[in-house]
């Protein structure tokens, strides 16, 4: 049996909403992506939604609202996906790592307080397989002083914390729509925010710092010019893109529930299993379980297990390798000993496949392989 790592979940929906967009004579960012944004905000409870072209575009435009100067730093997580930390470098900022709870796995509260300074400007948390950070020690924190906070929702867009949807809580959400998330564009993102005062820099940014988009220039059968009023970036979705999400968003529940139903049957297999422990969402929030990350609790390596998984047609992952381990960020200075919990699960965690059209029958054959390797 071969089992991939992500299976994206597309029927003839997907097929003839594209089919629709290619034959209506406007493929870029046009009536479709309003309408999308109009759903994904709805859905969120959120005021406003911008269409992009990646998650990465969306951490990108949410930092560029706080206008960050050279010194001024960003504080975030090393166990996260490069994107997360990359785009505060492109910012000019300082890029600060807090340690993680070792359990959740998410940017630790205490951690976030011993690492802010008074050039701290803004916090990026990372909703790590769709489980919610702490948001409200994180919030208060925030408020008190002045520090605004993003939100990384790539992999939590079902996600809710005592209620309210992941995402709302600071300046904004970032949400990918890349090809193995809980729902796909192939490639996308969009963000959200309750800030309306800047939707119209990020509509701007998104598309090369024009005052005009696209669609607006062409209203009214009059020609306009469009002004630049800000050397902006090319982060626009295109109505193909979005047409594809609004049939996506529009089966969102069902996807949801039927992850939920596969977190069911993995954490009863996990009950009677002690060699792994599953990483579970705290008990005040609603994970978007993204992921089925593990912890190994033997001394069998995680390799020696990985590697069994592959010989077996199982394709497993790793969320994360640290980013201080990787070559630019050591060669800029970071150190694996100033992150002493990450360090201590970094070699322990790994992921299984999850995801809504996982049969019965692949979800008994990885039980059955993972009982292979230890016993
Ligand atoms: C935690 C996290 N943040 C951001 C991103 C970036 O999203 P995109 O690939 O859409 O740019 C990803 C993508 O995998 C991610 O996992």
Same mark, same amino acid.
């Given at each position: 049996?071969q089992?991939p790592f992500?299976?994206?979940s597309?029927?003839e929906?997907?097929i003839?909403?594209v089919?629709?967009?290619?034959?209506?004579?406007w493929?870029?960012t046009?009536?479709?992506?309003s309408?999308f944004?109009?759903?994904?905000?709805?859905?969120?409870?959120?005021?406003?939604?911008v269409?992009?072209?990646?998650?990465?575009?969306a951490l990108?435009?949410?930092?560029?609202a706080?206008?960050?100067?050279r010194?001024?730093e960003?504080?975030?997580?090393?166990l996260?996906?490069?994107?997360t930390?990359?785009?505060?470098?492109?910012h000019?900022?300082?890029?600060v790592?807090?340690?993680?709870?070792?359990?959740?796995? %998410?940017?630790?509260v *205490?951690?976030?307080?011993e690492?802010?300074?008074? +050039?701290?400007k803004a916090i990026?948390? &990372?909703?790590?397989?769709?489980?919610?950070?702490?948001m409200?020690?994180?919030m208060e924190?925030?408020n008190?002083h002045?520090?605004?906070?993003?939100?990384?929702?790539?992999?939590a867009i079902?996600?809710?914390?005592e209620?309210q949807?992941?995402g709302t809580f600071?300046?904004?959400?970032?949400?990918?729509?890349?090809?193995?998330?809980n729902?796909t564009?192939a490639e996308?993102?969009?963000?959200?925010s309750?800030?309306?005062?800047y939707e119209?820099?990020?509509?701007?940014?998104r598309?090369?710092?024009f005052d005009?988009e696209?669609?607006k220039r062409?209203e009214? %059968?009059?020609?306009? *010019?469009?002004?630049?009023?800000?050397?902006?970036y +090319?982060?626009?979705m295109n109505?193909i &893109?979005?047409?594809?999400g609004r049939v996506?968003?529009?089966?969102?529940d069902?996807f949801?529930?039927?992850?939920k139903?596969?977190?069911?049957?993995?954490?009863?297999?996990?009950?009677n299993f002690?060699y792994?422990?599953?990483?579970?969402?705290?008990s005040?929030?609603e994970?978007?379980?993204?992921?089925?990350?593990?912890?190994?609790e033997?001394s069998k390596?995680?390799?020696e297990?990985?590697?069994?998984?592959?010989?077996?047609?199982?394709?497993?992952s790793?969320h994360?390798k640290?980013?201080?381990?990787?070559?630019?960020?050591k060669?800029?200075g970071?150190?694996?000993?100033?992150y002493?919990?990450c360090?201590?699960i970094?070699?322990k965690i790994?992921?299984?496949?999850l995801?809504?059209s996982?049969?019965?029958e692949?979800?008994?054959?990885?039980?059955?392989v993972?009982i292979?390797?230890?016993?």
């Amino acid at each position: 049996m071969q089992i991939p790592f992500h299976r994206y979940s597309f029927n003839e929906e997907e097929i003839e909403a594209v089919k629709k967009v290619l034959q209506s004579g406007w493929i870029t960012t046009g009536k479709e992506c309003s309408s999308f944004e109009e759903e994904l905000a709805e859905y969120k409870k959120s005021l406003l939604a911008v269409g992009l072209n990646s998650g990465t575009s969306a951490l990108f435009l949410l930092l560029s609202a706080l206008n960050l100067q050279r010194g001024d730093e960003v504080i975030t997580t090393p166990l996260t996906f490069a994107a997360t930390a990359n785009v505060v470098l492109h910012h000019g900022a300082k890029l600060v790592f807090a340690d993680i709870n070792p359990n959740t796995l %998410n940017i630790d509260v *205490q951690s976030i307080k011993e690492k802010t300074t008074s +050039k701290t400007k803004a916090i990026i948390v &990372v909703h790590v397989a769709g489980h919610p950070c702490d948001m409200k020690p994180i919030m208060e924190w925030a408020n008190q002083h002045e520090i605004a906070l993003i939100e990384d929702c790539a992999h939590a867009i079902e996600a809710t914390y005592e209620h309210q949807p992941i995402g709302t809580f600071g300046l904004g959400g970032a949400f990918s729509f890349y090809a193995n998330k809980n729902i796909t564009t192939a490639e996308g993102g969009m963000m959200i925010s309750n800030h309306t005062q800047y939707e119209k820099l990020w509509r701007s940014l998104r598309n090369h710092g024009f005052d005009l988009e696209p669609v607006k220039r062409q209203e009214n %059968n009059s020609f306009k *010019q469009y002004d630049i009023v800000f050397p902006g970036y +090319k982060m626009n979705m295109n109505d193909i &893109v979005a047409a594809i999400g609004r049939v996506q968003l529009s089966k969102i529940d069902d996807f949801h529930q039927k992850r939920k139903n596969i977190v069911q049957k993995y954490l009863d297999f996990f009950k009677n299993f002690p060699y792994l422990k599953p990483v579970m969402p705290l008990s005040n929030s609603e994970s978007a379980w993204h992921l089925m990350i593990v912890k190994n609790e033997t001394s069998k390596s995680r390799s020696e297990i990985l590697n069994f998984l592959i010989e077996n047609g199982i394709q497993p992952s790793i969320h994360f390798k640290p980013i201080y381990e990787f070559s630019y960020y050591k060669k800029i200075g970071f150190q694996a000993s100033d992150y002493p919990n990450c360090e201590s699960i970094k070699e322990k965690i790994f992921s299984l496949p999850l995801y809504p059209s996982l049969k019965d029958e692949e979800l008994d054959y990885i039980f059955k392989v993972l009982i292979d390797i230890f016993q």
